[in-house]
């Protein structure tokens, strides 16, 4: 897949800074210097550029510093087609993933759907020199969303229900989706929907909300773990011929760097987090005093045990 410009920007700014547990210098696209290129040097962990994919970052983050592990946090890095390279290239080592966008990222027929035949699957396509550790069952999927009053006017229970009148509408998005495979060409394939025009927004974030609530788009790309869905009424359609398939959160870390004790901590992660404590999560990130997540993951880990 191409990387867009708005995510290749994004990518260079965010590869100038580096934040939370750790700091240092380098850039994180660099791909020579960084990461898995020393064992022993610290575990620079990257995200994708919305609050929850952060926020997890800063859990895996903190929750290794509390077991005296060296890690750097960095800033967001746009999209996975913009921070992937960095995983390949040894200048990031660690991100937290979802198993089915990741997968069809690897293998784009990829038709495995449930959460445990995406796993396995995502484990014998992973590039050699990265690893995948024990899925959580937290699970956050994309999904086709509307407002109440274009589900209600058009009758639209679900994504099937929209196709008849997907060429009256406009479709907002992060550019990316635009061309993954379960983006809008699957939803085109499996729905017969096309949508009249695609406008390319944030992730998931404040531009999408604000155009789907103001009708500049009229169908969108949110995540079901958002709580903006249920702030302003929107309905999230449901998807029954499995468009989108299982997304489970994963850690994806460079084999050199997930030693026994790194591989514990994260482990443990995942046999904490639910799909609740994602909502959960992303309900505080996005409310009245708008916390900034390294202290909502510090709060979550201590309520855990994790720290």
């Not at 484990?123 to 050699?128: D, E, L, R, T």
């Not at 994260?266 to 005093?289: E, F, H, R, V, Y």
Request: hydrophobic fraction near 40%; charged fraction near 20%; charge should be negative.
């Amino acid at each position: 897949m191409k990387r867009s410009l708005a995510g290749l920007a994004t990518a260079l700014v965010a590869g100038l800074v580096l934040t939370a547990c750790g700091g240092g210098g380098g850039d994180p696209l660099s791909g020579g210097s960084g990461g898995s290129a020393d064992p022993a040097g610290p575990i620079r962990i990257g995200s994708a550029a919305f609050p929850e994919n952060t926020l997890l970052a800063q859990i895996y983050g903190q929750a290794l510093q509390a077991k005296g592990v060296q890690v750097e946090v960095l800033p967001p890095i746009a999209s996975r087609e913009a921070y992937f390279p960095g995983l390949r290239d040894g200048s990031l080592d660690l991100v937290p993933e979802y198993t089915g966008v990741l997968l069809q990222y690897l293998n784009k027929d990829a038709a495995q759907k449930s959460p445990d035949e995406v796993y396995t699957a995502l484990q014998g396509v992973v590039p050699q020199g990265l690893t995948v550790l024990d899925k959580s069952s937290a699970e956050n999927k994309d999904a086709v969303v509307v407002t109440r009053e274009t589900a209600d006017r058009l009758q639209a229970r679900t994504i099937g229900d929209l196709a008849p009148h997907c060429g009256e509408l406009v479709f907002g998005g992060p550019p990316e989706f635009q061309t993954r495979p379960d983006g809008i060409p699957g939803i085109q394939a499996t729905y017969g929907c096309t949508f009249k025009e695609y406008r390319s927004l944030d992730v998931g974030g404040p531009l999408t909300v604000a155009a789907l609530r103001d009708g500049t788009v009229q169908a969108a790309d949110l995540f079901t773990t958002s709580s903006t869905i249920k702030a302003n009424g929107f309905v999230a359609l449901e998807d029954p011929e499995n468009n989108f398939a299982a997304q489970n959160v994963v850690p994806l870390i460079s084999t050199a760097k997930a030693t026994d004790q790194v591989k514990e901590v994260l482990n443990g992660i995942s046999a904490k987090l639910s799909t609740q404590a994602l909502l959960d999560l992303n309900a505080q990130l996005d409310g009245p005093d708008k916390p900034n997540p390294d202290i909502v993951a510090k709060e979550w880990l201590i309520t855990n045990g994790l720290i």
